[in-house]
């Protein structure tokens, strides 16, 4: 393929700006450089792209884009770099999708816009259907999303109350040994919940919202038997609930309520031998087109950088291990046979 050319020269010409939008020691050129493939030579505010004529004009806008931003002085980090990267990576599909109702999600603190195609996706379902499952790696958005979206729906006075609900199982860990009583014991499982709500909403706030119980943070297993009616109710771990538990959970939801279930089935930390409620629930209601699933993969990573090439290789080490298991159950076929 063809190697194109292009001179951009970024104005006004401040040293202060270039080098925010560079990195130190050129790493956020260095950052874009292997991302899209190709070669950037700088020499103050002029820049030479070399690559794909395709590959090129994207990286252009890309650094006409970052260098406009460091004129309101935000400090550009690897990180954002990597989300203005991945979003101009599905700008294309993006684009196509953008509607009033799958934009960004306007909280009192912050403006929060999905950064791929299945965030976009994801907005969009939990704006039109009332049960949602988000199903995917960690860093994917998933939980995010869905407060942002509770918080709005709320703020909007769609729903009365959000329920944020949690099964009490993490990575071998009993609440029996942690100190407290049981709202105390609960709490730690819930802390990115509570991370989300004080920057979306502020700490006094969610305080005030949570003390009138506008707010309420509950573990699965006080659900049996309620009703939850014109409610925005989220089950954060859902991999972790068993069949049982996340049938419970699904005939609690009222009318005028909206349900999202967030899970990523390569993180179950049930019991051994115990079935896990997201893992059946996918298999039972699949074909109920009233309920939405959307289903992130590694490319939806919106957390540090490695984290996206961490998920590639553990998805990649189990195909290898499947593949490797399946190649000597049929060795040993051959060999019964023989």
Avoid: W
Avoid at 42 to 67: D, H, K, M, P
């Amino acid at each position: 393929m063809a190697t194109h050319t292009l001179s951009l020269t970024l104005m006004p010409d401040s040293t202060q700006r270039l080098s925010n939008l560079c990195g130190r020691l050129n790493e956020h050129i260095h950052q874009i450089e292997a991302f899209l493939g190709l070669r950037i030579q700088q020499r103050g505010n002029i820049f030479q792209l070399s690559g794909t004529e395709t590959v090129v004009v994207a990286a252009s806008q890309l650094l006409e884009s970052l260098y406009a931003g460091t004129a309101q002085s935000h400090l550009l980090s690897p990180h954002l770099l990597h989300l203005a990267l991945q979003e101009l990576k599905h700008g294309e599909e993006m684009s196509t999708q953008q509607g009033d109702s799958g934009g960004s999600i306007k909280t009192p603190k912050t403006l929060i816009k999905p950064r791929s195609r299945h965030q976009q996706e994801y907005v969009v379902s939990i704006h039109h259907h009332d049960i949602n499952f988000g199903v995917g790696p960690a860093g994917t958005g998933k939980t995010y999303l869905a407060v942002a979206c509770a918080v709005a729906a709320l703020i909007r006075n769609q729903v009365d109350r959000i329920l944020l609900v949690r099964p009490a199982v993490e990575a071998g860990e009993k609440l029996g040994f942690l100190p407290g009583d049981l709202t105390q014991k609960i709490d730690p499982y819930l802390r990115p919940l509570y991370d989300a709500l004080y920057e979306m909403l502020g700490f006094d706030k969610v305080a005030r919202l949570i003390e009138k119980n506008i707010i309420e943070v509950a573990p699965l297993a006080y659900m049996r038997g309620r009703t939850l009616n014109n409610a925005f109710i989220i089950l954060d771990e859902s991999q972790n609930t068993t069949a049982t538990q996340m049938k419970m959970f699904l005939t609690r939801i009222g009318s005028g309520s909206t349900a999202v279930i967030t899970g990523d089935i390569t993180q179950i930390d049930l019991p051994k031998g115990e079935r896990s409620g997201l893992v059946h629930v996918i298999k039972v209601l699949a074909g109920i087109n009233e309920i939405s699933f959307t289903y992130f993969n590694a490319r939806d990573v919106v957390r540090h950088r490695l984290v996206q090439r961490i998920v590639e290789a553990y998805d990649e080490f189990d195909r290898n291990s499947v593949s490797q298991l399946s190649g000597q159950e049929t060795s040993q076929l051959n060999e019964r046979e023989s």
